[in-house]
């Protein structure tokens, strides 16, 4: 027993040692920054007016809290802030349902004999690996009214009278376009993650209950779904983190507009922070928008019980 | 068995669908660069090439320095990966085979850390980077690149060395083979596959990233492509056939990538908690 400890001991020793270079650059790029940037965020500094910093305590989060119930003229950047976050909070819930449910329907085709399946599987990552620039620049091609296939599409078949410009006309039309964007790109990865889980479900269930007289339907809902949760759910936190932090996406393809209407919490940030220069302000938006991200990964693994340990590292092919 | 054609069908239909799903974009992608400043913006527009302008993909790389941008972004994500599987795969290895104390703590600190938002980091690492003048450096792009494919890595790779049995490193360390050869002689041969497929995602991660990139480099020579892509977008003018060609240009290595290395791609996406 006490050798056992010992051994333990001297391997923990070793491990570390064999860790700190990786524990060293996590420190000094990820954790120190973070703790800066909560340090900033206690301060007013508007470098693109003057260099000082003036002490104000937790100011920027009580006026992000009072924009949330008295909306205030003066400060207009914690409306900004909440509609920013409402924006990003429905296009998470909204894209990654949609990626979830198509993603899974064609996971449960892909899982079908057929000819030429490999090359299917293997098409389904190139949404994926192409930059969220390039796509997102692709889209805006196509939804435009200048040129755009869309338009063009929609108008033959006799959805549309006029050309729209979908992402510059109303907030509702450039935010399903946002949502049609990314859902083009990310259900692909949803699809493949989804198959790999379903790959992994004993076919002796479903000739049980075959035997058992079972529906399709039914054996969807009791054997499909309820072994699928791990993965799924797995699959399920990190599309909502990204979706959540996305970026690109409404950068390239709106740039915020119309009237904020697709402005994400990043982008926003970036804006207040970069653009305006306003760094004090900048890094309590990014403190919260921190605090939404460990919120939503706690929600999953604590609240819906999704284990992002445990279905990893079982196929190595 | 007469009903059967009615499912083929149905199934074949459904395949269809997504791959034109997919596919059409692309096409409509590959059109777009082909075409004139006076075919661009024409309603109804052509579906195919009329007049294939190939000199358009002369243009981006004579007029827009393309060939500058895939040459930063080639250095940044190829250093950005050297830097993350050399020194991830030591926190790897401590992780997949000692027995230590805290290490689901350090793995979950580290699978935390893959989840941050980007700009938590900017404002700190902007002052930090301008103090010591690696703005508009490669170095500028590399560092912060770290904190998402560091994580990444480390959580690929402990995947992949946990399949290797404990025997083969114990029996090598009997022979009194210290830890780093066990690794270097055992483990990096057995588990290349998976340092491959570590090395392809963080690759295209890094590749692929804009934030970053929009923030730590203001130098239109040392832009990285995503952001040169960027720079059409945001105007009333946009040169989309040059957009347009620019990015088939960009994406055309990676599906070729995708084609030749999907075997380790899925491997490497199922096994670690990757993003996109």
Not at chain 1, 43 to 60: A, C, P, V
Not at chain 2, 45 to 57: E, G, L, S, V
Request: aromatic share 16%.
């Amino acid at each position: 027993m006490k050798k056992r400890y010992s051994r333990e001991k001297q391997e923990t020793r070793m491990g570390l040692f064999f860790l700190l270079p990786s524990l060293i650059v996590i420190v000094l790029i990820t954790f120190l920054p973070i703790g800066q940037t909560f340090f900033r965020s206690l301060f007013r500094w508007d470098i693109k007016f003057e260099s000082r910093q003036y002490f104000t305590g937790l100011s920027n989060y009580t006026a992000i809290f009072q924009g949330l119930f008295s909306p205030d003229e003066a400060l207009s950047w914690t409306v900004s802030f909440w509609n920013s976050a409402w924006v990003t909070f429905l296009f998470t819930i909204i894209a990654v349902l949609i990626e979830t449910v198509v993603g899974l329907l064609i996971a449960l085709i892909i899982n079908r004999e057929f000819r030429g399946r490999g090359l299917v599987r293997t098409a389904t990552l190139i949404p994926w690996a192409i930059p969220t620039v390039a796509s997102a620049q692709m889209w805006r091609m196509m939804f435009s009214s200048q040129g755009g296939v869309i338009n063009d599409l929609a108008k033959r078949l006799g959805f549309i009278t006029e050309y729209v410009n979908f992402l510059g006309d109303s907030t509702t039309t450039a935010f399903w376009s946002m949502v049609t964007a990314d859902a083009w790109k990310t259900i692909p990865f949803m699809a493949l993650l989804l198959l790999a889980g379903l790959q992994t479900i004993p076919l002796q269930l479903y000739e049980a209950a075959r035997v058992d007289g079972a529906s399709k339907w039914r054996q969807f809902f009791s054997i499909t779904l309820p072994m699928l949760k791990p993965s799924l759910l797995v699959a399920l936190i990190f599309r909502t983190l990204d979706t959540f932090k996305a970026f690109d996406i409404a950068q390239v393809l709106t740039g915020g507009g119309p009237a904020s209407g697709t402005e994400l919490l990043s982008l926003f940030n970036y804006k207040l922070m970069i653009q305006q220069g306003q760094h004090g302000r900048g890094s309590a938006v990014a403190i919260m928008l921190f605090i939404f991200t460990m919120l939503i990964a706690f929600f999953f693994i604590k609240v819906l019980g999704a284990d992002p340990y445990a279905s990893k590292g079982k196929e190595l092919k | 068995m007469r009903k059967r054609w009615i499912p083929r069908l149905l199934l074949t239909l459904a395949v269809l669908v997504i791959i034109v799903f997919m596919f059409f974009p692309f096409y409509w992608l590959f059109i777009m660069s082909l075409k004139g400043d006076l075919d661009l913006y024409k309603m109804p527009p052509d579906w195919i090439a009329k007049n294939p302008r190939w000199d358009n993909y002369k243009t981006i790389f004579t007029d827009h320095n393309l060939g500058q941008n895939l040459q930063n972004s080639f250095i940044i994500a190829f250093s950005t990966t050297l830097i993350s599987v050399l020194i991830g795969s030591w926190a790897a290895y401590a992780l997949a085979k000692f027995r230590m104390r805290f290490k689901s703590l350090i793995l979950g600190v580290i699978l935390a850390v893959s989840m941050f938002p980007g700009i938590v980091v900017v404002s700190p690492l902007y002052m930090q980077f301008s103090d010591l003048k690696i703005i508009n450096t490669y170095w500028a792009l590399i560092l912060p690149y770290l904190t998402f494919s560091l994580p990444m890595t480390i959580w690929i790779l402990q995947s992949f060395f946990k399949q290797i049995p404990d025997a083969l490193t114990e029996a090598a360390v009997i022979d009194g083979a210290g830890p780093m050869r066990a690794l270097f002689q055992i483990i990096f041969p057995l588990a290349a596959p998976g340092i491959f497929t570590a090395f392809i995602l963080t690759f295209i991660g890094a590749w692929n990233e804009l934030l970053f990139a929009s923030i730590f480099i203001t130098d239109y020579r040392k832009f990285t492509v995503p952001r040169a892509l960027t720079l059409f977008s945001g105007q009333y003018t946009s040169s989309w056939q040059l957009i347009a060609a620019a990015s088939v240009v960009i994406t055309l290595p990676l599906i070729v990538m995708v084609l030749l290395l999907q075997k380790w791609i899925v491997a490497g996406l199922t096994a670690g908690g990757v993003k996109d």
